[in-house]
């Protein structure tokens, strides 16, 4: 059984910086991909941010430069920094696991930016 256990979402104004974290637990011998996606209201669920298991990253066009991926494969852990946030990056975030076919979700934490 695969779980992933997200947190450090919060309130933030805008310009302001916050590290998501999703740990990882379970059965996991090999995966081909960690990532973040996020959903506003209203809206459908997208790609923020991925890495492969060789390391190499995407980003979506709008956080690019303002976001960084990266994990802590000792702690089975992965996180997205998150600077210069905007009011149109609130959203709930969810991490993301593909093992093979499978993708594997998070709860979710909610980010909002606002003043």
């Known amino acids: 059984q695969v779980q992933l256990v997200e947190s450090g979402g919060g309130l933030v104004q805008p310009g302001g910086s916050l590290r998501l974290s999703c740990s990882v637990s379970?059965?996991?011998?090999?995966?081909?991909?960690m990532g973040w996606y996020r959903q506003a209201p209203g809206k459908q669920r997208q790609l923020v941010a991925s890495m492969s298991t060789g390391g190499s990253t995407n980003y979506a066009d709008s956080v690019k430069g303002r976001f960084t991926i990266s994990r802590d494969t000792a702690k089975n852990t992965v996180y997205l920094q998150m600077n210069s946030l905007k009011p149109e990056d609130t959203a709930l975030y969810y991490c993301?696991?593909?093992?093979?076919?499978?993708?594997?979700w998070g709860q979710g934490t909610q980010v909002t930016v606002s003043s």
């Open positions: 993301n696991l593909k093992i093979g076919f499978n993708n594997y």
């Open positions: 379970g059965s996991i011998f090999r995966y081909n991909a």
